[in-house]
């Protein structure tokens, strides 16, 4: 829209009370997701990314949500980790 700001991926995620980590290089997506105090996992990437965090979630016996650029938000905020690739982060 005209005149609005573009929020970045991670900000429109924070600003609806998820947990936001924007991946590093040397991130370990499935480590993160293990660590991770959440009662769902959530990842924006590609197939190495969301295989790593759906496994975790498997694990954990946790709901796995697969996020999309640009996403509309129908998202529960309660305790959502969020686990995003670099580059991603603007939408």
């Not at 370990?28 to 959440?38: F, G, N, T, V």
């Not at 965090?53 to 016996?61: G, K, L």
């Amino acid at each position: 829209m005209p005149g609005r700001p573009r929020r970045s991926f991670g900000q429109l995620h924070a600003r609806a009370g998820h947990d936001v980590h924007v991946l590093g290089d040397d991130d370990d997506p499935a480590e993160l997701a293990r660590s991770a105090d959440a009662e769902t996992l959530g990842v924006a990437g590609g197939d190495g990314s969301l295989a790593a965090v759906a496994a975790v979630a498997i694990q954990r016996d946790l709901p796995f949500d697969v996020l999309v650029t640009p996403i509309e938000f129908r998202i529960s905020p309660s305790a959502l980790r969020v686990l995003v690739p670099p580059g991603a982060e603007d939408v």
